[in-house]
């Protein structure tokens, strides 16, 4: 049996990280990320262009006996980079001989774990401005932050602040007013043309609200909790988010940094705000004694098993996405 040791543990890691690893990735995409961030765009080199036309033309007076006017749309582009990920697991072939405890499994879920939610921790670290976990902070395809007051000089999306805004406090009252600042933010947004981006109808859909969870009771009293409407004499329970068929999903996470900011998707769109792209999926690697495939193995006696995979993300432009400061 102690032949065949390495093989089994071997296989018993690959079990683990492998059922971990898809069960996280297969969570995550019918989850709140996937309303947030494009899980699908594949790359097809180590760093990647993209682009996009700007606005299409509206109609204009063709006057009798005039050719119609013409007039050409403007395009975008900006490159997003490629990285490399992995992690190994190594083991010196007497302690994992002697392991009576599955340490080295429970390593592997934790590691698998990890590896599932690259896309989430990738999202955060471009959502905060952070490098965290990137070399290096993508900007928006207009030049700007994630998230800015403007881009190129000019009101980002036609309207003075752009889709940063600073709140009014974290109270659950407060909380409500600054997202209807919100809304109405969304719906002073100007195509590249100058006409209104966003109508009324797309703030009856679902909104995705991240916040860190120390707020989740205001987030929660805010949107969900009926609330005595009326004086004294008269009145009765009621609550505005639910009366006015809006839908909110909260996101309370330990992810952001910052105990009093939020943020704020429109749940409908075309395109999402940021993209994960693959290059590379998932790959595994092992180096065992037994296998006499390595040098360093034999003269060490420490075996491993590894994981890498190739992608990154990006900044597509951020116009269904607003954050609220609060100091």
Request: with cysteine; glycine share 8%; aromatic share 10%.
């Amino acid at each position: 049996m102690r032949a065949n040791a390495s093989q089994l543990l071997a296989n018993g890691l690959r079990t683990e990280f492998w059922d971990t690893y898809e069960g996280v990735r297969n969570r995550l995409a019918d989850s709140r990320l996937a309303s947030v961030m494009d899980l699908n765009v594949k790359a097809t080199n180590r760093d990647h262009d993209f682009g996009y036309f700007a606005s299409a033309p509206h109609l204009a007076l063709w006057k009798r006996g005039d050719e119609i006017t013409s007039k050409g749309m403007d395009s975008v582009s900006f490159n997003v980079p490629v990285y490399e990920w992995g992690r190994r697991i190594p083991w010196l072939k007497w302690d994992k001989d002697d392991d009576q405890t599955d340490s080295l499994l429970t390593v592997a879920r934790s590691c698998g774990e990890s590896a599932g939610l690259l896309p989430e921790r990738l999202f955060f670290d471009v959502l905060q401005n952070s490098t965290s976990l990137l070399p290096a902070v993508p900007t928006a395809p207009d030049g700007s932050a994630f998230f800015a007051t403007t881009a190129g000089g000019a009101a980002r999306f036609g309207v003075t602040n752009g889709n940063l805004l600073t709140g009014s406090g974290v109270t659950a009252a407060t909380i409500l007013t600054d997202f209807y600042t919100a809304i109405e933010q969304f719906l002073q947004f100007q195509d590249t043309e100058g006409q209104p981006l966003w109508t009324n109808d797309l703030m009856s859909k679902p909104f995705t609200l991240i916040h860190p969870v120390g707020m989740t009771q205001a987030m929660e009293t805010a949107f969900f909790q009926l609330q005595q409407q009326g004086g004294s004499n008269g009145g009765s329970n009621s609550n505005l988010i639910l009366d006015t068929a809006k839908r909110v999903n909260l996101w309370g996470t330990s992810r952001l940094s910052d105990a009093n900011d939020w943020y704020l998707f429109l749940g409908d769109t075309q395109k999402r705000a940021t993209f994960f792209m693959e290059r590379e999926s998932m790959q595994e690697e092992t180096a065992l004694m037994e296998d006499n495939n390595s040098d360093s193995v034999r003269r060490t006696a420490e075996e491993s098993i590894q994981w890498y995979c190739r992608s990154g993300a990006g900044i597509a432009l951020p116009y269904n996405a607003i954050k609220t400061t609060n100091t």
